[in-house]
């Protein structure tokens, strides 16, 4: 895969007014999009693919990829286009565990199957869109690759396709392929959007198949301790505490995600299967004890596995999957020393 | 609540000719309906139900009330007029553990929220129910109440009211209360039955939750063992192992079951909610380790609790919840044990 066109402008989703280099307050920061000559798992040739991407932190440093799950984008942490906080805003940043004053974050926005023209995008395509993206910006090699749940099986991907172009793998909650169980249960939250899609219900379809991802990130503790308590006669009918929770996330889910995009990024981690023995790039992995999406079982084999030297750090939580986004101090200290010790 | 009219003839919600008292093969046995009156809890007043029930067994022999989940029926065993296999078959019958050449099973049909004229249902009023038809068939007391998970409950239920007419409880993957974990994936069930009832695609939507409940029944070392391997491309679109079996389970669930009576029932567990020390009738609790709707802390916690003696057996499973229909033989000594030891 190779750079096709360098775009000159930036382009966003949101209305933030165009700006060739965007200059962030304490480090260099490009907030853009490039579109990227690819050549898709399931499509039938190489396409051009608008890629969105963050690049921010210390100028001249070495390069660190940071990449989430499925619902996160770019902005990893607030920047000078994006000054809300980021989706891993505790962790990234000016002195924090990924120390922007040594490192320069590198992120995109996931692609989904309509952006690579193809029925279906895979762990591959992200993994080549980011390949793409370093020629396109000149960086031959990053330090690391840090992903968390898809953004793991990303790094894996990445890290057994270009091997040569990064120094170590930081994965956190991800694994060389899905388990089962967690399978089955995106199957159905997929089965619930493609309902509301065929019958013209698809806000409150994919507000329920948020809500039932929900139900499989955090743990049967964390749910037992936050809502426990009978029902409530209300609006008439019988509400259960945690309902008004899942409701309330469901909504903010839609407010902010397309349902067609979450079909293909949920099929995308189903579809996930990397050779760990392919994988020949130091790696540090990370697991959390109550994780029923990734079970510590598949991170152990993927260790016992792996193509080269890697470690297993086990974070004791309640907080189930979702541990990487609610343990940012527990996770601190293993980021920086992951980092310190990458082969760059 | 008391008997209001013995029916003289029964009705079926299957096409069988009606008889007044079918003749079993090797046990007396009445399969039936009563008209009973009812004052429900969430109700306006008292009411007339039609009860459906089956009382088959060792003539004259103590009674002993068998109750499942919320999709199982009063044909815990085949019957005369029920001659497939009965939801509980292996553990129910002539010789088995619930050995009815020694004892009857009565057992009913689950009451919905339209038999009993209100917006929801309650576990005390399938409990409240039974003690009716108790009544009606001039039985002062029964020797156990067993129940499995919804079963379970309603056994708590009866318990806590009506003490004085049963000798012991031998109650299987339920609890006094529901766990919030599991309330959230049941509440979510019951979203998507009401999105396809909104709709116009309640069959589909009824599927979708039947699946869902599925992948909360067994563990995730058992859909592991199952459904390892990667997608196949057919039919124009990957298709992951454990869709097929999901899919399948769904479909039959629609065959048998109706959309309005899932939410009752289902809503009817998360509304159950019994006092642990009202309940004073000696116990035997027995549990699945693997069991993620019911897990053993909640019943560590009724044993504890309960306001008369009890055990707690558990049984080392995969099959999570499931573990009550699945684990026939290892049920078979407890439940032996249970019945023989039991007060009447």
Redesign the interface.
Known sequence: MSLAVATEGFTHRTAVPLRRVPACVAFACQRGARTLRLVPRYGAGAVDAEVRYLWAGAPGAPTVIVQGGISADRDACANDEHTAPGWWEPLVGPGRAIDLNHVRVLAIDWLDAEDVGA??VSSEDQAGALAALLDALGIARVAAFVGASYGAMVGLAFAARHPQRVGSLVALAGAH?P???A???R??QR??VK??I????VE??LS?AR??A??TYRS?EE??R???G??EYRD???Q????GW?EYHGRKFVARFDARRYLALS?SI??H?VDPKAVRVPATLIGFTSD?LV?LADLCLLQQQLGAPASLEVIETAYGHDGFLKEPERLAPLLREALNTCGD
Request: one cysteine or more; proline letters at 8%.
């Open positions: 029925p279906s392929r388990h089962p169980l399978t089955a249960q199957a159905v089965g619930i309902l509301g065929e019958n013209g219900c409150a379809a329920l809500q039932l929900l139900t049967g749910f037992g936050r809502f426990a009978g029902a008439g009918r019988f259960l505490p945690v309902e899942l099929e189903d579809l299967d029923r079970p």
